[in-house]
Structure formats: structure tokens, C-alpha cells
């Protein structure tokens, strides 16, 4: 069992920057892949960005490409996600994700075994 918690959540001016963290305990981290999966109100999750376990692969969605920066601290359990140059439209809930692969790093919520709670991101305009 792997337990997730995101936190750096809040509201922040569109053109802004914002950082999430996304700590892991329980089993050890090694051999997950990370993702992060937002959802804004009426809309289902969607993929954000994923590293592979290595940190030597990552993967975004064309809407954050360019903006957002995944990245992962194996020593402190932790992954990051860096935002910058945010829209109201990045406006929802982040989750954070642990996928139990050491190869690769899924793009699909179905391929993730471990979700955090959320938090929520709203970008002002």
C-alpha cells in the first residue's frame, strides 16, 4: 500500500506560477512511476504529466507541454509538478498518482494502483 499526499494547492493570477509536491509512505517508493491527473467540475480526469521511476522519461499533455515540469526526489519520496505561466483553464483538482512499473510511465488513470487525495488549483483571470 502506498499512501499519497499532495499539498501546494491555492489561487494564483493567471500568468503565475505555482509548485505541487506530492509525498509517498507506506511501501517503498522504488519501482512506481509518477503521475499527475487533474479534473475541473464537470469534466473527467485527465493526464498531466508522468515520470518513470528513474526520472529518466517524462510525459505531458499537449495542454501543459512547454508550462509544466515533472520531477521526482527518489531520497525524499517525493514528485513535483512546476507550473508556470497558468489559465484559468489549468483551473481543478491535481492528483497525484503511483503506477507500479519500474519501465515506464503510464499516460491512462486505468494503469495507476495509488491515488492522493487531491488538491485544488484555481487560477484567476
Known amino acids: 500500500q502506498v499512501q499519497l499526499v499532495e499539498s501546494g494547492g491555492g489561487l494564483v493570477q493567471a500568468g503565475g506560477s505555482q509548485s505541487l509536491s506530492c509525498a509517498a509512505s507506506?511501501?517503498?517508493?522504488?519501482?512506481?512511476?509518477m503521475g499527475w491527473f487533474r479534473q475541473a467540475p464537470g469534466k473527467e480526469r485527465e493526464f498531466v504529466a508522468a515520470i518513470t521511476w528513474s526520472g529518466g522519461s517524462t510525459y505531458y499533455a499537449d495542454s501543459v507541454k512547454g508550462r509544466f515540469t515533472i520531477s521526482r526526489d527518489n531520497a525524499k519520496n517525493t514528485v513535483y509538478l512546476q507550473m508556470k505561466s497558468l489559465k484559468p483553464e489549468d483551473t481543478a483538482v491535481y492528483y497525484c498518482?503511483?503506477?507500479?512499473?519500474?519501465?515506464?510511465?503510464?499516460?491512462?488513470?486505468?494503469?495507476?494502483?495509488?491515488w492522493g487525495q487531491g488538491t485544488q488549483v484555481t487560477v484567476s483571470s
Open positions: 507506506g511501501r517503498t517508493f522504488g519501482g512506481y512511476a
Open positions: 498518482a503511483a503506477q507500479k512499473t519500474w519501465a515506464w510511465a503510464g499516460t491512462d488513470r486505468k494503469e495507476y494502483d495509488y
